[in-house]
């Protein structure tokens, strides 16, 4: 599955963390919105739209504390269904059977409320009916299928009744139809798993202190269980260093990796110098203005009719309908401007920017791009690359014995001639296998992980994204399907809060119907409150990072790598994380 990687960037949480990032490294002052008289509230499309942009383009610039609450639904479902398509089977393959079970069972209960077995001499008839109907679904349902899928010439084509043809005719034509089961199934995941979960994301921006900070946060609340974990993000612009809190991490290097670390990383934050020279000179910058440039011209080429105001009390009439806690909050602005855009256009408008702003790197840096691409040219691998992968997660030792005694095997039950099982030579594949893929064998875990942090490597990560992005091919949504913006301004023009609804799966290449899960996007925007801490949950001294509380990662994994008695081998460490997964699954069964 293909992500639209700008789907994602100019969602609502991702514009408030990635492109306010964008910002922080190139705005040198700020700058505020025009002021907006309120009796300018019922604007025309084209203005709507431009008041919008202005207001996007602003907050490149303001100062300002946010929060981003998102929230799924999956209701279309099982609610508002016409029982009409509702299919009363699984599929056309199971009808005789689940038919015939269905039959049986009600005819069991009725032997059982007249206090008679099944088998008393008065059920013979119905229990025979049942068997002859049962055998003549079957061999009708065999000869159809055959009349399906095999090339039969008119007068061979096996002989099928009418009313079983046309039966398993239109069952096949509704195999997208939901069952009862399925129905049942997404009542359970809506009740046990979308009510109960909240995705947060707040911090703080600041582009003239080249500061952002980032609080993702998950919490699932039902009568018994409470559960909530969090990740606290601190971007240092202006150093170019990133800062990731340590905790959620530290237990896995311990297991993983590090078997001397103890407490060593308690109530510390890891840094990550984003500005290590790997890269050209001035790419980040270049990076930034690209993205602003990009994102500006595709908001001027929004669709004009798609925009219009709203008063703030038609918010509530909306469908589908803003979760309720999401709406209190939105209800207090001045009026809101909507756009609305189909699914496919809106999935084109992420293409068309990863395309711009690949053209754009592209026309920067041709060697860095050329690099990238032909690095994602080496990722394709034929099957014996897939069997090496494979032999990764097993010993060496035992996993090329399997190998030879699989190839003894064939070559001694072979009819062939075929020389390459006669020559077969298990050490020189052993050799091979060790030479080509020391990676599994010799590398630390340590040195394949700086690796894939260092600063190159991230940006041709993000080149290849961006080339998958503008070169995927999209499916065709369901035309009902609509992404929804909303933003909500006070009398002066102020952006408040912006809101997005959507098909979940409209970020991703997917299919979509009518019956996909939404997801509910909320940002609000306010003045940065002193008063307040930037982590609620860290300590005073652990606020902002600096050289004590917080332990550079490339300098770790480089002495990490030379303690030779406590380095891991990257094959050592997904052995491990291999085990611990099939342990996880054996408990869950």
């Not at 003549?136 to 065999?142: D, I, L, M, Q, V």
């Not at 609305?340 to 920067?364: C, H, I, P, W």
Request: charged content about 25%.
């Amino acid at each position: 599955m293909n992500t639209s990687f700008f789907a994602l960037w100019s969602s609502a949480p991702y514009r408030v963390g990635a492109m306010l990032v964008a910002g922080s490294l190139v705005i040198t002052g700020c700058q505020t919105t025009r002021s907006m008289q309120p009796s300018q509230t019922t604007a025309i499309p084209a203005q709507a739209k431009d008041r919008v942009n202005a207001a996007l383009k602003a907050q490149y610039r303001k100062s300002m504390s946010y929060h981003s609450n998102i929230e799924f639904n999956n209701r279309a479902k099982f609610t508002a269904i016409d029982p009409k398509t509702i299919s009363t089977v699984s599929s056309v393959y199971s009808y005789c059977e689940e038919t015939h079970d269905a039959a049986y069972i009600k005819l069991l209960k009725q032997a059982e409320a007249a206090g008679l077995e099944i088998d008393d001499a008065r059920y013979d008839t119905p229990r025979q009916s049942l068997e002859q109907t049962y055998v003549a679904c079957e061999r009708n349902y065999s000869a159809w299928q055959q009349n399906q899928y095999d090339d039969y010439a008119a007068d061979e084509k096996q002989a099928v009744s009418p009313y079983y043809q046309d039966l398993f005719d239109r069952m096949e034509a509704r195999e997208d139809m939901l069952s009862k089961e399925e129905i049942e199934s997404a009542k359970a995941t809506y009740e046990q798993w979308y009510k109960p979960l909240s995705v947060n994301v707040q911090g703080v921006y600041q582009p003239l202190a080249g500061k952002l900070t980032v609080l993702p946060s998950a919490q699932y609340d039902t009568r018994n269980h409470h559960t909530s974990i969090s990740q606290p993000l601190y971007l240092d612009a202006k150093s170019g260093n990133l800062y990731l809190w340590a905790d959620n991490v530290a237990i896995l290097n311990s297991k993983f990796m590090d078997k001397k670390l103890g407490t060593q990383w308690q109530n510390k934050w890891l840094k990550l110098s984003l500005n290590d020279g790997s890269l050209p000179k001035g790419f980040g910058r270049t990076l930034i203005k690209s993205h602003l440039s990009v994102s500006e011209r595709m908001n001027a080429r929004a669709d004009s009719a798609s925009f219009k105001t709203l008063p703030t009390t038609a918010l509530a009439a909306l469908t589908p309908k803003i979760p309720a806690h999401q709406l209190s909050v939105m209800q207090h602005s001045d009026y809101v401007i909507a756009q609305t855009q189909s699914v496919d256009a809106y999935r084109q408008t992420g293409k068309e920017m990863s395309a711009l702003l690949f053209n754009e790197l592209k026309a920067a840096y041709p060697e860095l791009v050329a690099e990238a691409l032909a690095e994602a040219d080496s990722y394709d691998y034929d099957d014996e690359g897939a069997v090496a992968e494979a032999i990764a997660f097993d010993d060496s030792e035992s996993a090329m014995a399997t190998l030879e005694a699989t190839a003894d095997a064939e070559a001694e039950g072979s009819d062939s001639d075929d020389e390459a099982y006669r020559a077969y030579d298990a050490d020189a594949e052993r050799d091979a296998y060790n030479d080509d893929d020391s990676d599994y064998t010799e590398k630390t875990a340590a040195t394949y992980i700086a690796e894939k942090l260092d600063g190159a490597y991230l940006a041709k990560a993000l080149i290849r994204m961006l080339d998958g992005s503008r070169n995927v091919e999209l499916p065709t949504a369901d035309s009902s399907l609509k992404v929804q913006k909303l933003y909500g301004f006070d009398k002066q023009g102020n952006l408040l809060w912006m809101h997005m609804q959507s098909p979940a799966g409209a970020f991703v290449d997917k299919a979509l119907d009518s019956t996909s899960t939404i997801a509910d996007i909320l940002t609000t925007y306010s003045r940065i409150d002193r008063s307040q801490k930037d982590f609620p949950n860290l300590p005073t001294g652990a606020q902002t990072p600096n050289a004590q509380n917080s332990v550079d990662i490339k300098a770790y994994l480089e002495a990490l790598d030379e303690d030779k008695d406590n380095a891991q081998t990257l094959e050592g460490m997904r052995m491990r994380l291999f085990s611990m997964m099939m342990m996880a699954s054996a408990m869950t069964r």
